[in-house]
């Protein structure tokens, strides 16, 4: 009765194609926007901010990065923590090169690279379909991270091998560094973060959407009406690298600090991205904010109740952690392949008629 | 006019219109196997035009030559007066040909509305950048569109399924929404690979009113693949008849049924 | 002079490519008869070889968690098992794993499209890893089940005396092409000449219609997964003698997937060929190309291969053409 659509009339093809189309959905959400820019940087710790939130933040990116390739584009990319490592040094590189820019350009600008990068493997996709192009990404993972451990010149030839962020600021305020106090990451990684959301839901509203999803579908078909698949393959690739290499820059520079590829960008990155989708949603953007949340938070319970609780070794948590993983994925593929985003909506589907059932 | 007889009706149609789309001997191969030889035929500006033919005869194959899905070993196909080069089945489309499927080719994951507007997807020309800020041209367009498309939706009379994903439809509504992706493309020439395969009586009848319905209107020119001869005589202008890859018949529904090959290969046993 | 030992390192990489065809070939079984890519079959040879040390070592199962959770001190039964027993028992487990599979994910996705089926074979994957972890600890293991090992003295000496340049080839290597070459033509004998292999080719060809003649899709499939977790022991076996049983082995075993986009999916020749052109290519790569770029090409040498490949013929080398429909 409290959550209802009757009476939500729309009188025009504009309204009837909004993001919440109901009118709770969005005062909801403004007033979850509200808290989080307005209340949240006030109280926000810096265990809060490092092991939750600025982590749900940045995969959450990842996430809706990976969702628009292979949840809406229906192609499959196990090179996501590749790609990621493209953004990272991207802005390391340009963040030391020049460093009179702001910091958000070179963020934008890493994305950019990486959206290009991300064509550039994605040509195959062109030729190749379904699990052999799954495989065929694995070329740009194990590729990407070797070039960046083999060629001195990506981590400025450091003795160490790693690459480390220099403080640059925003309006005073430290936002890459070691300085960079709790709010100011958090507040970073939510301005991209809910701007790239809203970009997402743009684009998978608008026509391109609708071509990714055509050739996701069923891509002879898209083709025969109408859809280039160069150009709908490529743009999916690109756009998707695009939110991967932001999220993999910020990951590195606001988050981390400091990255080796092979250990920050290895194989199992790209399978963390895509399990958040699985279990999130494929195809849903507030899926990829959901699993995002649900595989950051997942470690952290479970470190809180075997380690600190119980005592027990953190190896074998982390082995355990891994078993619940990958028996979540097979869950969800069994139970729900639409992943919690799926769930949400038969809630609030159910929802729309409490109390009264019938 | 009014008081015309539809056969004589159409022959005026089928011999007068200026020709739209000419085939000129056109030969497919996959491998060894002949699916088409050396077959032409043209296609009038406004008529329908049916293929018929027993099962692989080759007529599907026929559309995806049409349509560019297939590219024939020889021939050559020439559409408006002009030699059509070798083009993608993209390419084809933005000529103004749309099609439906043998087998339904919807897309399951999408609802009805949305794959509707896929149709339209070459009257949409804004940006990937101004799609993503969904300022200005993006939206203007995405709501003149869905206009048009709410047209089609009234048109074939789906509003109530406007919101429903695809997947979850029963046969012969997808049939319908197929036909309504396809006439969202406006297109010159409109094929139809077995429109009515699977259907029951009354959405048979149905579906041949909203593809008279079409033709009138819109002045849409038809090219259609169908098994029933009932419907077949009655819908189209002219009909293409095949056999075994080959064309044996071509020519008005009563000159086709007094076509003594045709009668032998195919309609033969209906006869008796 | 520069010749021979280019010649000795492809040698070498003949012998690494038959280990990646063992892999490869357990992912052409499943594949081929369930439609499902694999991808946990690296891991189950980790798992296999763990499980393997382990019963022979006579370790505890679950000692890390049954110490944790009641805070005692198991670790050892104090007593060791014969490589033999200790091969029958881990092929009896990976059986049952095969079963529990069949039973727990694959009965529930029949009809799932094969990405779905994928990406549960890497949820798969990540809870094998986590299991073997959790039973047999993540310690690098050392296994030893008696094969020989160590350089051929009368390859080096035969081949010094008669072309002057002593040819270095590890024994266990010439030992795990011979068995893989055993494995192979026990496998095509089986699924040409018996009947259990017939059904199981028929169940490749087509679900359904093999389901009308009476062919049971879950026991077919039960087989299969115990053949391929067969394969993945003996894979694991080699590797692990050779390498250490760790996590890495199932990377190692990931490089059957390039060997599959070479060779096709569904054809063995593919899958032994495949294997042998990735493993000479690599090692080669490495030798000629390798030392200018910083070395460790090894790790993207085969995707980029197969990656090239599949641009210019996208159904592999022994795939049929696929002519596309509507």
């Given at each position: 009765m409290?959550?209802?659509?009757?009476?939500?009339?729309?009188?025009?093809?504009?309204?009837?194609?909004q993001?919440?189309?109901i009118?709770?959905?969005?005062w909801?959400?403004?007033?979850?926007?509200g808290v989080?820019f307005?209340?949240?940087?006030?109280?926000i710790?810096?265990?809060?901010?490092n092991?939750?939130?600025?982590?749900f933040?940045?995969?959450?990116?990842?996430?809706i990065?990976l969702?628009?390739?292979?949840?809406?584009a229906g192609?499959?990319?196990?090179?996501?923590?590749?790609?990621m490592?493209?953004?990272?040094?991207?802005?390391y590189?340009?963040?030391?090169?020049f460093p009179?820019?702001?910091?958000?350009?070179h963020?934008l600008?890493a994305?950019?690279?990486?959206?290009?990068v991300?064509?550039?493997f994605?040509l195959?996709?062109?030729?190749?379909?379904?699990f052999?192009?799954a495989?065929?990404t694995?070329?740009?993972q194990?590729?990407?991270?070797?070039?960046?451990?083999?060629?001195?010149?990506?981590?400025n030839?450091?003795?160490s091998?790693?690459?480390n962020?220099?403080?640059?600021t925003?309006?005073?305020?430290?936002?890459?560094g070691?300085?960079?106090s709790?709010?100011?990451?958090?507040?970073?990684?939510?301005?991209?973060a809910?701007?790239?959301?809203?970009i997402a839901?743009n684009?998978?509203?608008?026509?391109?959407?609708?071509?990714w999803?055509?050739?996701?579908?069923m891509?002879?078909?898209?083709?025969?009406?109408?859809?280039n698949?160069?150009?709908?393959k490529?743009?999916?690739?690109?756009?998707s690298?695009?939110?991967?290499?932001?999220a993999?820059?910020?990951?590195?520079?606001?988050?981390?600090?400091a990255?080796?590829?092979?250990e920050?960008f290895g194989?199992?990155?790209?399978?963390?991205?895509l399990?958040?989708?699985?279990?999130g949603?494929?195809?849903?953007?507030?899926?990829?904010?959901?699993g995002a949340?649900f595989?950051?938070?997942?470690p952290?319970l479970l470190?809180?109740l075997l380690?600190?609780?119980?005592g027990?070794?953190?190896d074998?948590?982390a082995?355990?952690?891994l078993?619940?993983?990958g028996?979540?994925?097979i869950f969800?593929l069994?139970?729900e392949?639409?992943?919690l985003?799926?769930?949400?909506r038969l809630?609030?589907?159910?929802?729309?008629?409490w109390?009264?059932p019938h | 006019?009014i008081?015309?007889?539809a056969?004589e009706?159409?022959t005026?149609?089928?011999?007068?219109r200026?020709v739209?789309m000419?085939?000129?001997?056109?030969?497919?191969?996959?491998g060894?196997v002949v699916?088409?030889k050396?077959?032409?035929?043209?296609?009038?500006?406004?008529?329908i035009r049916?293929?018929?033919?027993?099962?692989?005869?080759g007529?599907?194959?026929?559309?995806?030559?049409?349509?560019?899905f297939?590219?024939?070993q020889?021939?050559?196909?020439?559409?408006?007066?002009?030699k059509?080069?070798?083009?993608?089945p993209?390419?084809?489309?933005?000529?103004?040909?749309?099609?439906t499927?043998?087998n339904?080719?919807l897309?399951?994951?999408?609802?009805?509305l949305?794959?509707?507007m896929?149709g339209?997807?070459?009257k949409?020309k804004?940006?990937?950048?101004?799609?993503?800020?969904?300022w200005?041209?993006?939206e203007?367009?995405?709501?003149e569109?869905?206009?048009?498309v709410e047209?089609?939706?009234?048109f074939?009379?789906?509003?109530?399924?406007?919101k429903?994903?695809?997947?979850?439809?029963?046969?012969?509504?997808?049939?319908?929404?197929e036909?309504?992706?396809?006439l969202a493309?406006?297109?010159r020439i409109?094929?139809l690979?077995e429109?009515?395969?699977?259907?029951?009586?009354?959405?048979?009848?149905?579906m041949?009113r909203?593809?008279?319905?079409?033709n009138?209107?819109?002045?849409?020119?038809?090219?259609?693949i169908e098994?029933?001869?009932?419907?077949v005589?009655?819908l189209s202008?002219?009909v293409?008849?095949?056999?075994?890859g080959?064309?044996?018949g071509?020519g008005?529904p009563?000159?086709?049924?007094?076509?003594?090959?045709?009668?032998s290969?195919?309609l033969?046993?209906?006869?008796? | 002079?520069?010749?021979?030992y280019a010649s000795?390192v492809?040698?070498n990489?003949?012998?690494?490519?038959?280990m990646y065809?063992?892999v490869?070939l357990?992912?052409v079984l499943?594949?081929?008869?369930s439609?499902v890519?694999?991808?946990?079959?690296?891991?189950?040879?980790?798992?296999?070889?763990?499980?393997l040390?382990?019963?022979?070592?006579?370790?505890?199962?679950f000692?890390?968690?049954?110490?944790a959770?009641?805070?005692?001190?198991v670790?050892?039964?104090?007593?060791?098992?014969?490589a033999?027993?200790?091969?029958?028992?881990?092929?009896?487990?990976?059986v049952?794993l095969?079963i529990a599979?069949e039973?727990?994910v694959l009965?529930h996705?029949?009809?799932?499209?094969?990405i779905?089926?994928?990406?549960?074979?890497?949820?798969?994957?990540?809870?094998?890893?986590g299991l073997?972890?959790?039973?047999?600890?993540?310690d690098?293991?050392?296994l030893d089940?008696g094969?020989?090992q160590g350089?051929?003295?009368?390859?080096?000496?035969?081949t010094n005396?008669?072309?002057?340049?002593g040819f270095f080839?590890?024994?266990?290597d010439?030992?795990?092409?011979?068995?893989?070459?055993?494995?192979?033509?026990?496998?095509?004998?089986?699924?040409q000449?018996?009947?259990?292999?017939?059904?199981?080719?028929a169940?490749?060809?087509?679900?359904?219609?093999a389901?009308s003649?009476?062919?049971?899709?879950?026991?077919i499939w039960?087989?299969?997964?115990?053949i391929a977790g067969?394969v993945?022991?003996?894979?694991?076996?080699?590797?692990g003698t050779?390498?250490?049983?760790?996590?890495?082995?199932?990377?190692?075993?990931?490089?059957?997937?390039?060997?599959?986009m070479?060779?096709g999916?569904t054809?063995?020749?593919g899958?032994?060929?495949?294997?042998?052109?990735?493993?000479?290519?690599?090692?080669l790569?490495?030798?000629f190309i390798?030392?200018m770029?910083?070395?460790?090409?090894?790790n993207?040498?085969?995707?980029?291969?197969?990656?090239?490949?599949l641009?210019f013929?996208p159904?592999g080398?022994?795939?049929?053409?696929?002519?596309e429909?509507?």
């Open positions: 409290i959550y209802r659509e009757a009476g939500d009339f729309k009188t025009s093809y504009r309204d009837d194609g993001t919440f189309p009118r709770l959905d969005r909801g959400y403004y007033a979850l926007l989080a307005l209340v949240v940087p006030f109280v710790d810096s265990y809060w901010a092991a939750v939130l600025v982590p933040l940045i995969y959450a990116i990842a996430a990065g969702n628009i390739l292979t949840g809406y192609q499959v990319s196990l090179g996501t923590g590749g790609f490592a493209v953004g990272a040094y991207s802005v590189k340009l963040m030391t090169a009179g820019v702001p910091i958000f350009v963020i600008l994305g950019a690279i990486t959206a290009v991300g064509m550039l994605g195959p996709s062109l030729r190749i379909k379904g052999y192009l495989v065929a694995l070329a740009a194990f590729f990407l991270v070797w070039l960046f451990n083999k060629v001195p010149w990506f981590y030839y450091s003795a091998g790693q690459i962020a220099p403080e640059r925003v309006f005073g305020w430290a936002v890459t070691p300085a960079t709790a709010p100011a990451k958090y507040l970073t990684c939510l301005v991209f809910v701007v790239l959301a809203w839901r684009l998978t509203r608008g026509m391109v959407g609708r071509k999803m055509a050739i996701r579908d891509d002879i078909a898209a083709e025969i009406i109408g859809v698949p160069l150009t709908a490529l743009s999916a690739f690109a756009v690298s695009f939110f991967v290499g932001i993999g820059a910020l990951l590195f520079s606001v988050y981390l600090g990255a080796e590829a092979s920050a194989i199992n990155k790209s399978f963390l991205v399990f958040m989708i699985i279990i949603g494929l195809g849903s953007i507030f899926g990829s904010f959901a949340a595989l950051v938070l997942l952290v470190k809180n380690v600190v609780r119980l027990w070794p953190t074998l948590a082995h355990l952690e078993m619940i993983v028996g979540l994925i969800f069994i139970v392949p639409h992943g985003a799926r769930l949400w809630t609030k589907e159910k929802l729309r008629l109390p009264f | 006019m008081a015309t007889p056969a009706f159409s005026d149609k089928g011999a007068t200026p739209l000419d085939l000129k001997n056109i030969t497919l191969r996959f060894g699916a088409i050396d077959i032409s035929f043209d296609i009038r500006e406004g008529e049916a293929i018929i033919g027993p099962n692989g005869a007529k599907s194959s026929m559309l995806n030559v049409i349509s560019g297939y590219v024939p020889q021939g050559e196909i020439w559409f408006e007066g002009q059509r080069p070798p083009m993608k993209y390419q084809v489309a933005r000529l103004g040909l749309a099609r499927f043998q339904i080719a897309f399951d994951g999408m609802s009805v949305d794959n509707i896929t339209r997807l070459n949409m804004s940006s990937l950048f101004s799609q993503a800020l969904w200005g041209p993006a203007r367009e995405e709501v569109n869905r206009a048009q047209k089609i939706i009234d074939l009379e789906i509003q109530n399924i406007r429903t994903p695809v997947g979850r439809l029963p046969y012969g509504l997808k049939k319908r929404v036909l309504a992706r396809a493309a406006e297109p409109l094929l690979d429109p009515m395969a699977g259907m029951n009586v009354e959405e048979k009848e149905d041949c909203f593809i008279l319905d079409v009138d209107e819109f002045g849409t020119t038809i090219v259609l098994h029933d001869m009932g419907v005589m009655d202008d002219r293409v008849v095949m056999d075994y080959r064309k044996i071509d008005t009563d000159e086709v049924r007094a076509n003594p090959e045709v009668i290969a195919y033969g046993v209906a006869h008796e | 002079m520069e010749f021979l000795e492809l040698v990489g003949l012998m690494a490519g038959v065809s063992l490869a357990g992912f499943i594949y081929k008869a439609g890519f694999n991808y946990a079959q690296g891991v189950m040879a980790l798992f296999a070889a763990m499980t040390v382990g019963i022979m070592e006579g370790r505890v199962p000692a890390h968690l049954i110490n959770a009641f805070g005692v001190h670790d050892r039964f104090g007593w060791t098992v014969p033999i027993f200790g091969i029958a028992l881990t092929a009896l487990i990976m049952g095969a599979v039973k727990l009965k996705l029949v009809g799932q499209e094969p779905i089926l994928f990406m549960a074979t890497i949820g798969l994957a990540w809870f094998l890893e073997g972890d959790v039973m047999w600890g993540a690098v293991k050392v089940v094969l020989p350089i051929s003295d009368s390859i080096e000496t035969a005396n008669w072309l002057g340049y080839i590890d024994r266990l010439i030992w795990a092409t011979v068995i893989a070459a055993a494995l192979v033509a026990a496998l095509v004998g089986f699924s000449y018996t009947k259990q292999g017939r059904a199981m080719r169940v490749a060809d087509d679900h359904q219609a389901l003649v009476g062919i049971s899709l879950r026991f039960i087989m299969v997964w115990s067969f993945a022991l003996v894979a694991g076996i080699m590797w050779k390498s250490g049983v760790q996590f890495s082995l199932s990377l190692i075993a990931l490089k059957a997937l390039p060997v599959l070479l060779g999916f054809s063995i020749p899958a032994i060929v495949g294997g042998l052109i990735i493993g000479m290519g690599e090692k790569f490495e030798y390798g030392p770029v910083g070395g460790a090409t090894e993207w040498f085969a995707y980029v291969l197969a990656l090239l490949f641009v013929r159904q080398l022994f795939g049929e053409r696929i002519i429909r509507v």
